[in-house]
């Protein structure tokens, strides 16, 4: 098959297309990067600063669109699937669609369906828009409803929704949020993960101290819930000098971050989530525990029985110490949990298995023109 893929999330189309290359498809990565992290892609599309950066971006764009033509699969990481205005992209997707011969939008991130379906059925125990039946009031939080409700953002998104001949979550809350209104067209497909280690056997033992690591995104530290989550750190590393050690990264390249990852014993997820995401599910394949979201719906969608490496916290400040205080305190859990990080990811995650999935559903579309 030749497989358009286009935009970036985390890491999620790159992985997915070496994959795919290794099954014997041609394979088209264009993204701009997923903003500061520079994930690799075979076309660029980062946009410069101000408004010359946006008409430059669309003269861009529109130079490249012959190029896009006669894939038999494009696969979107989003509605705003360039760095674009929503009305400029809708004309994009409609030659899109008249190119090329199946058109798959990922539900992997902010969009109409995640925000609206949150605050309105709220079917999720908490999520990033509502704790239980109360709506959450932080300044990210509103802003993304502004943008998605009743906007431009809402016009494309549910167009693509309607005229993408499938659609695919990679967690389980965004299956969540679309098979109310998409309940034929939506699957779950994990995200990939290239497996970094596969030496279970060797965490014999955790020497102090423990080394917890974070990841913050610029200006989404509040609504993700990491404030939350540092400060529990922050406690711990002042309670127990001798034992905690904290190591933040903020806004850095994926090729930096991963570097300052490697060594750490913990990493520390969103608050907010039912399950680990691209970040902490690469930080396991390295067997480094993740503490975060760790639902039994998390295990149930996976069908998986046995394995539970994550350590599960609730959406508050003191959840998150007591989860990590057991930890610092009983430190010949870690080995084990280790171990079992790294057998999830390779069970559930390895990227060769997800692209096996991904080709699948592609060729049920493709049997269907």
């Known amino acids: 098959m030749r497989i358009l893929l286009l935009g970036?999330?985390?890491?999620?189309?790159?992985?997915?297309?070496?994959?795919?290359?290794?099954?014997?498809?041609?394979?088209?990565?264009?993204?701009?990067?997923?903003?500061w992290k520079n994930y690799p892609r075979d076309i660029d599309l980062a946009r410069r600063p101000g408004r010359l950066g946006g008409i430059c971006l669309i003269l861009k764009v529109l130079l490249l669109l012959p190029r896009l033509r006669n894939y038999d699969i494009v696969q979107f990481i989003n509605p705003i699937f360039f760095e674009l205005k929503a009305h400029r992209l809708v004309p994009i997707f409609r030659y899109l669609k008249k190119h090329n011969r199946r058109l798959v939008l990922g539900a992997y991130g902010m969009d109409?369906?995640?925000?609206?379906?949150?605050?309105?059925?709220?079917?999720?125990?908490?999520?990033d828009f509502n704790i239980g039946k109360q709506l959450r009031n932080n300044p990210e939080a509103i802003k993304e409803q502004h943008e998605w409700l009743g906007t431009d953002k809402e016009y494309l998104n549910k167009l693509m929704a309607r005229e993408c001949h499938g659609i695919i979550a990679g967690l389980y809350e965004y299956l969540v949020s679309y098979t109310p209104h998409y309940p034929q067209k939506i699957t779950f497909i994990p995200y990939p993960i290239i497996i970094h280690s596969t030496h279970i056997n060797t965490f014999s033992s955790i020497p102090y101290p423990i080394n917890i690591f974070i990841g913050i995104s610029r200006n989404r530290s509040h609504y993700k819930g990491t404030d939350i989550m540092l400060h529990a750190a922050q406690t711990l590393r002042a309670t127990y000098p001798d034992k905690v050690k904290l190591t933040i990264a903020e806004g850095l390249p994926f090729e930096e971050y991963t570097k300052k990852m490697n060594g750490a014993d913990i990493i520390l997820d969103q608050l907010y989530s039912y399950t680990p995401s691209m970040n902490p599910l690469e930080a396991m394949?390295?067997?480094?525990?993740?503490?975060?979201?760790?639902?039994?719906?998390?295990?149930?969608?996976?069908?998986?029985?046995?394995?539970?490496p994550i350590i599960n916290v609730e959406p508050t400040y003191e959840s998150c110490l007591h989860q990590l205080e057991q930890l610092i305190n009983h430190p010949e859990r870690i080995p084990e949990l280790k171990k079992q990080s790294i057998a999830y990811i390779v069970k559930h995650h390895d990227y060769k298995k997800i692209a096996r999935q991904y080709e699948q559903f592609y060729l049920r579309l493709l049997q269907n023109c």
């Open 8 to 35: 970036e999330y985390s890491n999620v189309h790159n992985t997915l297309a070496i994959g795919l290359r290794e099954l014997g498809h041609t394979v088209t990565v264009v993204s701009n990067g997923d903003f």
């Open 112 to 127: 109409h369906y995640w925000v609206s379906t949150n605050i309105t059925q709220m079917p999720l125990r908490y999520s």
């Open 285 to 308: 394949s390295r067997g480094i525990i993740c503490v975060g979201g760790g639902e039994p719906e998390n295990y149930q969608i996976l069908n998986e029985p046995t394995l539970r």
